[in-house]
């Protein structure tokens, strides 16, 4: 059993940066592979980022591709998504989420997640 604690959301101009962290518990860290995704109000959630278990193959949605960057320290139990050039549409909640050895782009092929942290760009 994996339990997931994002941190890190908050309130950001747009052009802004921020890098929300993902501390896991309770489990082989190094055994899944990691994802982010969002959430805003009235949509679906939606895929952002994700790592392999090993850290050597990310993948992201287009609409982040060059502004966001996904990251993890296995010796920490921690993923990351730093944020920069933030935009009033990156707004959302984010989630990350686990799943074991392999990654997927579909948020119901993840069985582990976390609580969520809210992310506000503000115009």
């Known amino acids: 059993q994996v339990q997931l604690v994002e941190s890190g959301g908050g309130l950001v101009q747009a052009g802004g940066s921020l890098t929300l962290s993902c501390a896991a518990s309770?489990?082989?860290?190094?055994?899944?592979?990691m994802g982010w995704f969002r959430q805003a109000p009235g949509k679906e959630r939606e895929f952002v980022a994700r790592i392999s278990w090993g850290g050597s193959s990310t993948y992201y949605v287009d609409s982040v591709k060059g502004r966001f960057t996904i990251s993890r320290d296995n010796a920490k139990n921690t993923v990351y998504l730093q944020m920069n050039s933030l935009k009033p549409e990156d707004t959302a909640v984010y989630y990350c989420a686990a799943r074991q050895i392999s990654g997927s782009n579909y948020y119901l092929d993840y069985r582990y997640w976390g609580q969520g942290t809210q992310v506000t760009v503000s115009s």
């Open positions: 309770g489990g082989t860290f190094s055994r899944y592979a």
